[in-house]
Nanobody, 114 residues
Framework: QVQLVESGGGWVQAGGSLRLSCAAS????????MGWYRQAPGKERELVAG???????NYANSVKDRFTISRDNAKNTVYLQMNSLKPEDTGVYYC????????WGQGTQVTVSS
């Protein structure tokens, strides 16, 4: 069982920045991968960014060059730095880990106003 605690969401004006954090209850170096997903109202949940245990990165086209995923193994935490935020980035952001079984965080709301 892996527990995930997310933080860092909030309200920001377009062009602003936020940093999301996801703290895991296990050593993240053991995990196959970690990622951030988001779900906008009326839309399906989508992958925003992912990082494998080998450090391979993957980004949605819509966030490339604006968002950066990173991890701190010593803190068992993965981060999502979000810059140049746009109203279309609004949604609930979920942390996900692949430990052979997928685990999800509770979600954190990000609201970007125009």
């Amino acid at each position: 069982q892996v527990q995930l605690v997310e933080s860092g969401g909030g309200w920001v004006q377009a062009g602003g920045s936020l940093r999301l954090s996801c703290a895991a209850s296990v050593g993240i170096f053991r995990l196959k991968g970690m990622g951030w997903y988001r779900q906008a109202p009326g839309k399906e949940r989508e992958l925003v960014a992912g990082i494998t245990n080998f450090g391979r990165l993957n980004y949605a086209n819509s966030v490339k060059d604006r968002f950066t995923i990173s991890r701190d193994n010593a803190k068992n935490t993965v981060y999502l730095q979000m810059n140049s935020l746009k109203p279309e980035d609004t949604g609930v952001y979920y942390c996900n880990v692949d430990a052979g079984v997928n685990y999800w965080g509770q979600g954190t709301q990000v609201t970007v106003s125009s």
